[in-house]
């Protein structure tokens, strides 16, 4: 159990060699897009695959401004910039 969260650790996932622990509550975010891919189209990559299909759509852009999103505590944004365009402060 996590000490600080008060949750149960779930099973790591092995990613290119990487053993990644997910609290369940994102474990069961894969587990149900894998549930839903098999049942939409028979089949799915599996858990792992999937995780390390969220890690790799991960731009720097986004990176950096989720942490800075978390850090700075932003609850509201100001600005809703396009998702598809890198966050380069010109959205004003």
Not at 42 to 63: D, F, H, K, M, Y
Not at 68 to 83: F, G
């Given at each position: 159990?996590?000490?600080?969260?008060?949750?149960?650790?779930?099973t790591?996932?092995?990613?290119?060699?990487?053993?990644?622990?997910?609290?369940?509550?994102?474990?069961?975010?894969?587990?149900?897009?894998?549930?839903?891919?098999?049942?939409f189209?028979?089949?799915?990559?599996g858990?792992?695959?999937?995780?390390?299909?969220?890690?790799?759509?991960?731009?720097?852009?986004?990176?950096?401004?989720?942490?800075?999103?978390?850090?700075?505590?932003?609850?509201k944004r100001?600005?809703?910039?396009?998702p598809?365009d890198?966050?380069?402060?010109?959205?004003?």
């Amino acid at each position: 159990m996590n000490a600080e969260t008060k949750e149960p650790l779930s099973t790591p996932v092995e990613v290119e060699g990487l053993s990644i622990m997910l609290p369940p509550h994102l474990t069961e975010n894969f587990e149900k897009a894998d549930r839903q891919l098999r049942e939409f189209f028979g089949e799915s990559p599996g858990v792992p695959a999937l995780v390390r299909l969220w890690l790799a759509c991960g731009t720097s852009s986004q990176i950096r401004k989720e942490f800075e999103l978390a850090i700075l505590d932003i609850k509201k944004r100001s600005i809703s910039p396009n998702p598809r365009d890198v966050l380069d402060e010109d959205e004003l």
